[in-house]
């Protein structure tokens, strides 16, 4: 696996996750199922990213890769992604039998749970051979940052692949920047362990705050945190029937999981997530941390190993620092006094919209990818992180609002 943080500032910025089709139903207080009167929507945690990076840079510098079959990918879906620019848009026609991936939504009360209708075509690095952004003749065109949502296993691929790839086209200079996401379902003690050998591979690790607390039970602040919503494929074995789907676990708990502040106070829950972000950190990304914690906004930390201007704390900076923790005598282990001491503070930024705005929302489903998209344009473009906030909550604000 090759190391390195060197990019082009041409290129652009791609995603390797699905474009999904969402559909919708509601169970009633009497546990019958009854249709919701939505329509379909454009859905997948790709869709959301690109677009949110869209939002930022032109179609010629962001790409997503969709896997159909034109039968089942509405026209007027179609066009709506077109709209975006015909250029950021490699279609793949999918020919294992399988209609384009379509997920169903299931309502129950506030809790939403999801269920793969049919299954998903998972892209990894080598994926691109099939797009016109891996040209030996345009090497302006290649990708620079690439965001992906896995488990441990695939992303191990990600970075596996880049090697083949980069051998395989004689371009040994290429090193994208990589963006990842954990998995939901994939952010349980048990996997700690995988996580901390893969991470230093990558540039920047983004889960929620139910996500990065989940990792640690120690810091675990509700008792279903360990429960995902999400009802996901095994990553080996995909079903090639919708007569084995799996059911979504009837106490599951949404993604977007609020907790109570009755509870838990706001701010236990904060230094909780400062917490979780310093032991992420200190499993070394090239870059740092970003923990996406609903409306408490963002939180960061710069690895104290980063010598790029990018993400680095601004002078004037606000916000509340976690110290004097039990995890401080492992911070200063990892990373020792003097000049790298200022750089392993978590820094909060805001959320885009707060509680008096809240008859300006109209749906939060994606805005979390959509946030990533923002901090793949944010690199792309060479900002700060707080330079960068403004495309970050924007991307995840403007994504669903009227």
Request: net charge negative.
């Amino acid at each position: 696996m090759q190391e390195g943080n060197g990019v082009s500032s041409n290129g652009r910025v791609i995603t390797l996750e699905e474009f999904i089709i969402d559909t919708f139903t509601h169970i009633q207080e009497d546990g019958s199922q009854v249709d919701v009167d939505q329509p379909d929507q454009i859905g997948g945690g790709g869709s959301y990213a690109i677009i949110g990076a869209r939002i930022f840079l032109p179609p010629t510098k962001v790409g997503m890769l969709l896997s159909y079959t034109p039968e089942s990918l509405p026209e007027p879906m179609r066009q709506s992604l077109l709209a975006y620019g015909e250029e950021m848009w490699a279609f793949v026609l999918r020919k294992d039998g399988n209609p384009t991936t379509r997920i169903l939504n299931t309502y129950h009360g506030q809790i939403r749970t999801e269920r793969y209708l049919s299954p998903p075509n998972l892209f990894t690095p080598l994926s691109l051979l099939s797009t016109p952004w891996i040209n030996p003749s345009n090497p302006e065109d290649w990708p620079i940052i690439i965001h992906f949502i896995s488990y441990s296993d695939r992303a191990r691929k990600v970075v596996e692949e880049l090697d083949i790839l980069r051998e395989k086209m004689g371009k040994d200079d290429w090193i994208p920047k990589l963006v990842w996401e954990p998995y939901p379902p994939m952010c349980i003690p048990e996997n700690v362990t995988a996580l901390r050998e893969l991470v230093p591979f990558f540039d920047i690790i983004s889960p929620n705050h139910t996500e990065a607390l989940s990792f640690f039970p120690s810091l675990s602040i509700h008792p279903n945190l360990d429960k995902p919503s999400f009802v996901p494929f095994p990553l080996q074995e995909t079903p090639q029937s919708t007569s084995n789907l799996p059911s979504p676990p009837p106490d599951s708990l949404p993604h977007d999981l609020e907790i109570n502040e009755t509870d838990v106070a706001e701010e236990r829950l904060k230094e909780n997530i400062e917490l979780a972000c310093l032991k992420l950190l200190s499993f070394k990304p090239k870059i740092g941390v970003i923990i996406r914690c609903g409306h408490l906004g963002c939180c960061y930390a710069l690895s104290p190993f980063h010598s790029d201007s990018l993400f680095k704390k601004p002078s004037n900076s606000q916000g509340p620092l976690f110290e004097n923790t039990p995890d401080s005598q492992m911070m200063e282990e990892i990373v020792g006094k003097g000049e790298n001491e200022e750089r392993t503070k978590v820094i909060w930024i805001p959320a885009y919209w707060d509680k008096s705005d809240e008859e300006k929302k109209v749906d939060p489903t994606g805005a979390g990818n959509a946030f990533m998209g923002g901090v793949c344009a944010a690199l792309h473009k060479g900002l700060d992180l707080h330079q960068g906030t403004f495309h970050i909550h924007l991307a995840s604000g403007q994504d669903r609002v009227e």
